[in-house]
């Protein structure tokens, strides 16, 4: 008698150590599920909303954009200075010695098509919107932009030219999606 109960003991208690190991898997995928459960919600809520991603891109049409006109636009709360620029503009931009640059670089580093400049209309030395835009500003020593608080003057190519601005302004992350049609962003 004592034989069957020691191992009616004996089967028990591997039955209990099986039961017991699946009840501690089962209760710890359940508290893995409940953590994820939690989790996902303070994870999820660093996503951009949606307006801001809305602005992180903006499609501009150049069609109606004339030879030799300049226009602004807004990407990201900045003004985007697009330029279509003539022959002659492009020209004077190209000829230029970049050596002797405060900030070299080359007009075609600084455009897709030689046409068309894309320029996020920021001054580099305190964050001032330069002149230019209009016909009616005053577009500095090199006939591109004039920041008048600290007179920094930049070029057809938007290169910094004369005054405390330590670089170009700004050339954006865009893409041609058609002959007449950037995105910006």
């Given at each position: ?20 190991d699946f009840l501690y898997l089962a209760a710890g995928a359940m508290g893995v599920a409940a953590v ?6 303070l994870f999820d809520q660093m996503n951009p909303s949606a307006d801001v991603l809305a602005l992180a ?126 995105r910006i962003g």
């Amino acid at each position: 008698m004592a034989e069957s109960v020691s191992s009616d003991a004996s089967t028990d208690g591997a039955e209990g150590e099986t039961r017991r190991d699946f009840l501690y898997l089962a209760a710890g995928a359940m508290g893995v599920a409940a953590v994820a459960g939690i989790a996902w919600p303070l994870f999820d809520q660093m996503n951009p909303s949606a307006d801001v991603l809305a602005l992180a891109s903006a499609e501009i049409d150049l069609s109606p954009i004339e030879l030799g006109q300049r226009v602004t636009a807004k990407w990201r709360g900045k003004p985007v200075f697009i330029d279509h620029r003539g022959p002659e503009v492009i020209e004077k931009a190209r000829d230029v010695e970049v050596e002797d640059l405060p900030d070299p670089e080359p007009d075609a580093a600084r455009v897709q098509k030689p046409e068309w400049l894309i320029l996020v209309g920021i001054c580099t030395h305190l964050g001032c919107v330069p002149f230019g835009q209009k016909d009616s500003d005053p577009r500095g020593d090199y006939g591109g932009w004039f920041c008048p608080c600290h007179g920094s003057h930049y070029d057809t190519s938007g290169r910094i030219r004369k005054g405390p601005a330590p670089r170009n302004l700004e050339v954006p992350e865009y893409i041609f999606l058609d002959d007449t049609t950037i995105r910006i962003g």
